[in-house]
Nanobody, 115 residues
Framework: QVQLVESGGGLAQPGGSLRLSCAAS????????MGWYRQAPGKQRELVAR???????NYADSVKGRFTISRDNAKNTVYLQMNSLKLDDTSVYYC?????????WGQGTQVTVSS
């Protein structure tokens, strides 16, 4: 069974940056497209960014130009560099494969953007 563990969240000011990491318990990154998702209170979970096994990326319009997804297959880790953070980026961030697998959801990491 694969476990995905997210880390790197925290408190940031508007305009600030954070880097999230997602580590897998075993190698799945060479098989699947990986995605970062987020869910704010009272809202549905949404896809933020995804990266294919070949490294092609795609972003939600709300984060395009500010967030960068990357992966290190050797380390079984996918990253989300978040720059120019906005108040609306406040959410719990999760990683999962794309399309998602219910059994792969982890605990997520909280990102709070506040002045």
């Amino acid at each position: 069974q694969v476990q995905l563990v997210e880390s790197g969240g925290g408190l940031a000011q508007p305009g600030g940056s954070l880097r999230l990491s997602c580590a897998a318990s075993r190698s799945i990154f060479t098989i699947y497209t990986m995605g970062w998702y987020r869910q704010a209170p009272g809202k549905q979970r949404e896809l933020v960014a995804r990266i294919t096994t070949s490294g092609s990326t795609n972003y939600a319009d709300s984060v395009k130009g500010r967030f960068t997804i990357s992966r290190d297959n050797a380390k079984n880790t996918v990253y989300l560099q978040m720059n120019s953070l906005k108040l609306d980026d406040t959410s719990v961030y999760y990683c999962n494969i794309f399309p998602t697998a219910r059994s792969y959801w982890g605990q997520g990491t909280q990102v709070t953007v506040s002045s």
